[in-house]
């Protein structure tokens, strides 16, 4: 089994920072892709950014300049740096991990439970 588990939500103040972090766990061979993508109140879900494994990130136009995507290989952990958040950041922010495991004859996805980044005015 492969588990995704996101960590650093919370409340922020307009203008304000979070760290999310995410752990993949369990029999991994590889991870190729990790990323966060979002979901807002009555939105469907989307791509935030991500990272490959060797480091060429991707990211949404509205957060360019404020988010950075980052990866701790040895440690199947992705982070994402939020700086000057805005109200319309707010989300349930879920992780996101293309990899093969021990059990898989190829590529999967799979997805963390999601943290709630609430930012007000």
């Known amino acids: 089994q492969v588990q995704l588990v996101e960590s650093g939500g919370g409340l922020v103040q307009a203008g304000g920072s979070l760290r999310l972090s995410c752990a993949a766990s369990?029999?991994?061979?590889?991870?190729?892709?990790m990323g966060w993508y979002r979901q807002a109140p009555g939105k469907e879900r989307e791509l935030v950014a991500h990272?490959?494994?060797?480091?060429?990130?991707t990211y949404a136009d509205s957060v360019k300049g404020r988010f950075t995507i980052s990866r701790d290989n040895a440690k199947n952990t992705v982070y994402l740096e939020m700086n000057s958040l805005k109200p319309e950041d707010t989300a349930v922010y879920y992780c996101n991990a293309v990899l093969r495991s021990g059990y898989d004859y190829s590529d999967m996805i799979y997805w963390g439970k999601g943290t709630l980044v609430t930012v007000s005015s």
């Open positions: 990272i490959t494994s060797g480091g060429r990130t």
């Open positions: 369990g029999s991994i061979f590889s991870i190729n892709r």
